[in-house]
């Protein structure tokens, strides 16, 4: 299963914006799905998961990022509110199976949050 992410973009701190992360086949079989993102000069990082239903955040965007998913549409979100400059990166969705599988990536898209 191939994953693309799109909807990023520039906008201005404290604007929103719904990030999709589009699947070439069924995401029904992935009990992990998450969204990562990399600043420049930064490591990649877990921003929001979803594991079969449960949901985490990375404490820098709770109450403001929420993640969710439609089997039926092979597609995962990302609402993200509230943005700070901060959280400019390029946001990039993931999936796996199970907790020791490793992750299949999709192609980032760029979030731009000016001040």
């Known amino acids: 299963v191939q994953l693309q992410a799109f909807g990023g973009g520039l906008v201005q701190a404290g604007g929103s914006l719904t990030l999709s992360c589009a699947a070439s086949?069924?995401?029904?079989?992935?009990?992990?799905m998450g969204w990562f993102r990399q600043a420049p000069g930064k490591q990649r990082e877990l921003v929001a998961q979803?594991?079969?239903?449960?949901?985490n955040y990375a404490d820098s965007v709770k109450g403001r990022f929420t993640i969710s998913r439609d089997n039926d549409k092979n597609t995962m979100y990302l609402q993200v509110n509230s943005l700070k400059p901060e959280d400019t990166a390029v946001y990039y969705c993931a999936a796996r199976q199970g907790g020791d599988s490793a992750w299949s990536w999709g192609k980032g898209t760029q979030v731009t949050v000016s001040s």
């Open positions: 086949g069924s995401i029904f079989s992935f009990n992990f």
């Open positions: 979803d594991t079969s239903g449960y949901t």
